[in-house]
């Protein structure tokens, strides 16, 4: 302090008065720094591994069982300190571990998703034109579509037989793999396309990948080359044409997380919306031991296109879970749920210098000043959120500082630039406080995203906080 120059009034009412938030580098110890940069080493595994909603589901059991959850039975007594999991259907997953205090204080939860933007399969997706395979394939959640040519694709999931059994599917990501890919055209036949909108210079039915070219030999039938594609697919998995009626098949990008930049600052990898708060949700349930309020991480699948069906977060299976742990202490779900909190941990989009015109500085989340709380989603006239109440942003706002999480706040964008929406509606609809939290992203929705270690590190530091209220 001795060599600092004495702040004059006005240097220190701007600080004792304003609200500025600071690049974490300037305020964090240089340990802490190294321990988020350690952390992520951590979270980048989770993003190779967990490509897909079923692998992020495998992945983070995994991961608790080795902390000792094991899977919840409705009839099953609970205790302090009991560890469950709830596998719902392979693709979302419910985890918590049971607090000191009695179930009708409310628990904790932290709720991120697990499914990314990618393109699917069509159920009938074989076929061959000009002696070239392809799988046909239609796009999941929001993307641009002319980002998806001419980039190494991999093949993710499931096939189903008529019997039952199940052929799990992972090509492209190991590196002796083959990969796919959607072409595109050349520049110099490109001129037409390049006059269309962006929106259409690629069109949903020309995301058609590449699978193969060579036909089965001694065969002269004019589709000899999709044949040969069966034949193979028999021969590795055992499976015929009509299989594909049954299955699940996610086409994500091939290549794995990386540092982006000199200083290895930045993450750059496919799906950090939402596998980004996914990891940290559940690392900090972990971390949490034996916390006063239960603490419920959740897992949630198809937020990417509007958190319908029976995984994702409109469906009961949140409320089920919920009732069933108040059944084992005789309580009512519904008392539970009304005195609960939950962050709904999703991404918002990070102030990208590039393109400012979308945003307003102020309320604009920054790459590297930590996780952003986001008090309401929506388009327009704030339409499709929750936006969380004073009261309980201010109680959040405590928890943080409290524990010196480093945080911000930002809206996803300039007032009708566009919009979006969180899972965040679907857990206030069930009385619960509800506010979103999570990690600002570069690049969202696109093959890579980019987002900040620092920030990354922030989720988990305040998940585990919030789950660590008194
Ligand atoms: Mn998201
Ligand atoms: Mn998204």
Not at 176 to 194: K, R, S
Request: net charge negative.
């Amino acid at each position: 302090m001795s060599n600092e120059k004495e702040k004059s009034l006005g240097e220190q009412l701007r600080e004792q008065l304003g609200y500025k938030t600071k690049n974490g580098v300037s305020v964090m110890s240089a340990e802490e720094v190294a321990a988020a940069d350690a952390y992520c080493e951590g979270y980048k595994h989770y993003l190779d591994v967990a490509k897909t909603e079923r692998e992020a589901v495998d992945e983070a059991i995994a991961m608790a069982v080795a902390a000792g959850f094991v899977p919840f039975d409705p009839k099953m007594p609970l205790k302090a300190g009991d560890k469950v999991y709830l596998n719902n259907r392979g693709k979302a997953l419910l985890l918590a571990t049971i607090g000191t205090r009695p179930i009708t204080d409310g628990v904790t939860i932290a709720a991120a998703h697990i499914d990314s933007p990618r393109l699917d399969l069509k159920p009938n997706p074989l076929y061959e034109d000009s002696e070239l395979a392809y799988f046909d394939t239609h796009y999941y959640g929001g993307i641009k579509k002319y980002q998806w040519v001419a980039i190494p694709l991999a093949l993710h999931g499931v096939i189903v037989r008529r019997d039952g059994s199940v052929v799990s599917v992972n090509i492209g990501e190991d590196d002796n793999d083959p990969v796919f890919c959607v072409t595109d055209l050349l520049p110099h036949l490109g001129q037409e396309q390049m006059k269309r909108p962006a929106s259409e210079i690629i069109r949903g039915e020309d995301l058609n990948l590449l699978i193969g070219s060579r036909p089965f030999k001694d065969d002269e039938g004019s589709d000899a080359v999709k044949l040969n594609i069966l034949n193979i697919l028999h021969e590795k998995y055992d499976i015929t044409e009509a299989d594909f009626l049954s299955a699940e098949l996610e086409i994500v990008p091939a290549f794995k997380a990386k540092d982006v930049g000199f200083d290895r600052s930045l993450i750059g990898a496919y799906g950090h919306d939402d596998r980004v708060c996914a990891y940290p949700a559940v690392t900090s349930l972990l971390a949490a031991g034996t916390p006063e309020y239960t603490a419920v991480a959740i897992l949630a699948d198809k937020e990417e296109i509007g958190s319908e069906g029976n995984t994702g977060m409109q469906s009961a299976f949140l409320r089920y879970f919920i009732d069933d742990i108040a059944a084992a202490f005789g309580e009512k779900g519904h008392h539970v749920l009304s005195k609960s909190i939950c962050l709904s941990a999703d991404v918002n989009a990070a102030l990208d210098p590039i393109y400012p015109d979308v945003m307003v500085r102020s309320n604009a989340a920054k790459i590297n000043h930590g996780v952003c709380i986001t008090k309401y989603t929506g388009a327009r006239g704030k339409s499709g959120t929750s936006d969380a109440s004073a009261e309980y942003m201010a109680k959040v706002r405590g928890i943080l500082d409290e524990n010196e999480v480093l945080w911000q706040t930002g809206e996803l964008g300039k007032v009708d630039a566009g919009g979006g929406g969180t899972v965040a509606m679907y857990i206030a609809n069930l009385d619960v406080d509800t506010v979103d939290l999570g990690v600002p992203v570069l690049s969202m929705h696109a093959p890579m995203e980019v987002v900040s270690k620092i920030d990354v590190y922030m989720a988990h530091k305040a998940f585990l906080a919030t789950m660590l209220r008194k």
